[in-house]
């Protein structure tokens, strides 16, 4: 059964979603970086590899079901930070709006129909409600802990130990 076009169309603007997240994860690993906050750096560069995961697993499933996407230009990530907490509330704020794209692609599926597309979101579904849970869980992190220097040092210590493990619950 071939996906609707407007299935289609939401998966391939969904596929450009998860490719400007890991572009703005990137400017929020260049920002630690500069900061000297590696754990953090380490943390939001993993979160990168992830977010373009998903796009190369939304591109595996347009492949599989005979359509092929298009790569759209990739929007330039303009926000400047003042202090360390502050990409980590952009960081919950982006999450819960992409939250609510895969829902709008769920709906879509839905509405066509789709029970193959909306099993494919399912795990989609269900990492927004980590990446939310873990964005909300860094900022309190740093707001009960990283007013001070041993505090920040911990977390970036912990951040720093988060390794990288390519997707395996889709294929890519
Ligand atoms: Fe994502
Ligand atoms: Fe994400």
């Known amino acids: 059964m071939a996906l609707t076009d407007q299935v289609t169309d939401v998966l391939n603007k969904q596929i450009n979603a998860e490719f400007y997240s890991s572009y703005l994860y990137l400017t929020f690993a260049d920002y630690y970086e500069d900061r000297g906050l ?3 750096a380490n943390w939001y560069m993993i979160q990168a ?4 995961d998903h796009a190369l697993a939304i591109r595996r499933y347009l492949l599989d079901n005979d359509f092929t996407p298009t790569m759209e230009a990739i929007a330039k990530p303009d926000k400047t930070f003042g202090s360390d907490i ?3 509330e952009a960081g919950l704020e982006h999450e819960e709006y992409v939250t609510s794209l895969i829902h709008h692609c769920y709906e879509v599926a839905h509405e066509a129909h789709d029970v193959r597309t909306m099993k494919f979101l399912d795990w989609f579904v269900s990492e927004q409600g980590e990446e939310e849970t873990n964005a909300r869980d ?3 992190n740093m707001k009960l802990f990283g007013c001070d220097p041993k505090g920040l040092y911990d ?4 951040y720093q130990a988060r390794v990288y493990t390519q997707m395996t619950a889709l294929p890519l």
Request: net charge negative; hydrophobic share 30%.
């Open 38 to 40: 590696k754990g953090f």
């Open 49 to 52: 590899k992830e977010e373009m």
């Open 86 to 88: 502050e990409p980590l």
């Open 138 to 140: 860094m900022t309190t």
């Open 155 to 158: 977390l970036d210590r912990e």
